[in-house]
C-alpha cells in the first residue's frame, strides 16, 4: 500500500560531515522516497519519488517529521532545506485517489493522513530554525504545505503553483486557510476559488514565494546555504538576496458570498471575468461555499486554529460526496464531468456549511 507505516529509520551510520538516513518504501520502489542528510552545516530533505512528481505520502511524513523536530533541536544543524528531486517537480500534492479509496473502506487513513499532515505543515511553519523550500517544478496541494509555511520559499522559471481543491470537491487545505487569505488584496480567495496556476515570477510577485532564482543557479544556491556556519535568519536572507535575480482580482472577488463573486465576473464581462466565471461554475459547489467560509475565518486566525479549522473541513468532506465524485471523475474515469451534490450553488445551506466547521469534540486536531 502506498501508505503504509514506515520501519523506523535508520540509525545514523556514522558522525562524518554528510550523514545519511535512508527509508524504503513498503512497496516495491527499488529507491530511498524521501533522503534526510546533513551536508554541512544543514538538514536536507529531498522528496525522492520524481516519476511520480515526489507525491507526498503518510510514509513520507513520518519520516520527515521526526528528523525535522530532531534538526530544529541539534546545535550542529543551522538550516533546514527541503527540494524535490528530477526537473518536474517540487511536490505535486499527496495521493488523493488513494485517500478516496480509504474513505470509501472506511480505512482511518482518512484520519491518520490530514492529523500528521497538517501537525508536520505546522511544525514547519514554528520551526526555530532557517526553514528553506526549494520550490522549482509543479508545487501543490501537499507540496505547497511542506514549503510555504516556512520562512524562505524559492521559486525558479519552472515553477508551477496552484491549490486546486474545489476541483475535486475538497477545499484548499494544508494550511491554506491561513496563508491563501494573507495574499494582497484578494488574490488568494481567487486561487482558492479557481485554482488557477501562477507560474514563475509571478509566484513571487503574489507572495508565495519569498525569491526567485533562475533554475540554473540553485545548486550554487544550496552549496552557499549549507557552507553557512551558525547563520541567523538575516544570514540566509542574504545569501537568498544576492540571487535574486496582475488583473484588478480584488474587484471581482469583493463579495461575501460564492453568489456574489460569481454576479460580479458575469457583470464585468472581460475575457478574464468570464474565463473565471466558466471555471468556477464547474467546481464542486459545496467546496466553494467551504471554501469562502474558511479564507474568511482564516484572516483572522492563528495557524494552529487553521489546522483544526482545516482539520474538521477534511473529515467533513471525507463524510461527504462530492471529494469521491470529483477524484472518480478529475483523476480515474476522468471524464471531467462530476456529478456534484448538491449540483448549484443556491442548494448548499449555509446550516450544512456551518456544520462542516463544528468541533470534532475528543476527536479534534491537537497540535
Known sequence: LLFAVM???????????????????????????????????????????????????????????????????????SVVIIKGAGEKAFCAGGDVTAVAEAGKSGDRLVKDLFREEYTLNNAIGTCRKPYVALIGGITMGGGVGLSVHGQFRVATEKTLFAMPETAIGLFPDVGGGYFLPRLKGKLGLFLALTGFRLKGRDVLRAGVATHFVESEKISALEKDLVDLRSPSVDDVAKVLDAYQGQVGIGLLFEATSVEGIMNNLKTDGSPFAQKQAEMLSKMSPTSLKLTLKQMQAGATMSLQEVFVMEYRLSQACMNGHDFYEGVRAVLIDKDQNPKWKPSTLEEVTEKSVEKSFQSLGEHDLRL
Open 7 to 77: 520501519p523506523p529509520l535508520h540509525q545514523l551510520m556514522s558522525a562524518c560531515r554528510l550523514q545519511r538516513i535512508q527509508a524504503h518504501m513498503m512497496c516495491g520502489h527499488a529507491g530511498p522516497e524521501v533522503l534526510l542528510e546533513r551536508v554541512g552545516n544543514a538538514g536536507v530533505i529531498t522528496l525522492n519519488r520524481p516519476k511520480v512528481l515526489n507525491a507526498l505520502t503518510l510514509n513520507m511524513i513520518r519520516l520527515i517529521y521526526p528528523q525535522l523536530k530532531k534538526w530544529e533541536a541539534d546545535t550542529e544543524t
